[in-house]
């Protein structure tokens, strides 16, 4: 049985955190030849290279990722072993490394993300950002799944999979107002401003498909592409119509301050759970989507 030196691991992490041998073995007071070998017997002992060299800088790969979480959370044993013995209380947690897309609704995440919200075991690190920007974190190991309202291509570079996890009709949504009549769709939004999301998003795509075949020229008010913001100008805007799924506005509209003018069941919003091929995947992030109900994995072509 491979012997697992403390040690070691101090090095190793070092070496992740500067990204460079000659940076740690600075900042360690080692010289470079000396803390490359302590490298080598880990990764040996490991029986995985644990770093590759690109662009002449020390990229973590997937089981130097592994390996850096476990070192961390070795050195938070020994910090919380530290505390027992002070104060007689100690736990260890595990991590999920979450990116969710800006387009995407925070009700959404807060659902998908819910059975290990309240786990006191369990610390989630949540980022959002562009797809593009979650992707590079997924490649680059920093990220154990990518939540996103579109698929992604699949191919023998990055193996994706995306995992649809829901789908849901889009509505548009405005202020209650006394007197207010029935929405007469599409016809009203030749009058009705609009707050839409913005060109990149799937949803609007199809929605101004929709306007261009009835002929109509739509007054846009807003385009957003941060959902959150979105559902605050829904709130604000008295005037105009918002384009969105429902789950977006959610306690709005249970509260009564949107209502649901008119629903649009041929355009659908998609959610999506994006993860790489990985020989170790996170077992939290396992569950998870296996706790999804009908849940399918689609790999685009395009």
């Known amino acids: 049985m491979a012997f697992l030196n403390y040690h070691h691991l101090r090095y190793f992490r070092a070496i992740a955190s500067e990204g460079s041998l000659t940076k740690a073995a600075q900042h360690l007071k080692l010289s470079q030849s000396a803390l490359s070998v302590q490298l080598r017997s880990l990764e040996e002992s490991l029986g995985q290279p644990l770093f590759e060299r690109k662009h002449k800088a020390l990229v973590l790969t997937e089981a130097g990722r592994i390996a850096l979480e476990y070192a ?7 910090e919380e072993l530290a ?6 209380a100690a736990r260890s947690r595990a991590f999920l490394r979450v990116g969710a897309v800006a387009t995407l609704s925070r009700n959404f995440q807060l659902a998908f993300l819910k059975p290990l919200i309240a786990r006191a075991d369990v610390e989630l690190i949540i980022h959002s950002g562009t797809l593009r920007e979650m992707l590079a ?9 990518v939540l996103s309202n579109m698929p992604v291509r699949r191919d023998t570079e990055t193996g994706w999979h995306s995992h649809l996890l829901d789908e849901q009709p889009v509505s548009l949504v405005g202020h209650k107002t006394r007197g207010m009549k029935p929405f007469r769709f599409p016809e009203d939004l030749r009058t009705h401003q609009l707050i839409l999301p ?4 799937s949803v609007r795509a199809a929605f101004d498909t929709l306007l261009d075949q009835a002929g109509i020229r739509p007054v846009i008010a807003a385009e957003i592409d941060d959902m959150a913001m979105l ?12 384009l969105v799924p429902p789950v977006v506005v959610r306690d709005e509209l249970a509260r009564g301050e949107l209502v649901e003018r008119h629903r649009l069941p041929q355009i659908k919003e998609s959610f999506y759970a994006i993860t790489p091929s990985r020989r170790f995947p996170n077992q939290l992030l396992r569950s998870l989507i296996a706790n999804v109900p009908a849940i399918k994995t689609r790999r685009p072509n395009k």
């Open 72 to 78: 961390e959370s070795i050195f938070r044993s020994g």
């Open 83 to 88: 505390d027992l013995l002070r104060s007689g």
């Open 137 to 145: 974190g997924l490649q680059s190991h920093t990220l154990d799944v």
């Open 198 to 201: 913005s060109l990149e998003s």
């Open 231 to 242: 559902r605050l100008m829904a709130r604000e805007s008295k005037n105009a119509v918002a």
